[in-house]
């Protein structure tokens, strides 16, 4: 019964799953952050452009966070003790 599943290493498809919901959040930070800062242009509310400015930091932070997950599959993928990435099954 066993025989039907692989016993593949590595991170599967969570790494890329991560990375689209981290590129989501990203997305979605931009978009507040703009209507924020739109609100600040018609209105003038200081709040309105404090809380753009940190969106716009915060997405700053996402976005690094993601270009730091570009490794991702390889630093989740064990090795074998020669150093080389193994291939069960």
Known sequence: MAG????????????AAHRILIAAALLCGLAYATWELAGYRETGETAAAVRGA?????????????????????????????????RDG
């Open 4 to 15: 039907w599943m692989t016993s593949r290493r590595g991170p599967g498809p969570v790494a």
């Open 54 to 86: 940190i969106a716009v930091v915060v997405s700053g932070l996402i976005a690094l966070y993601l270009l730091s997950l570009r490794g991702l599959g390889a630093k989740l993928t064990p090795r074998d003790p020669n150093g080389a990435p193994r």
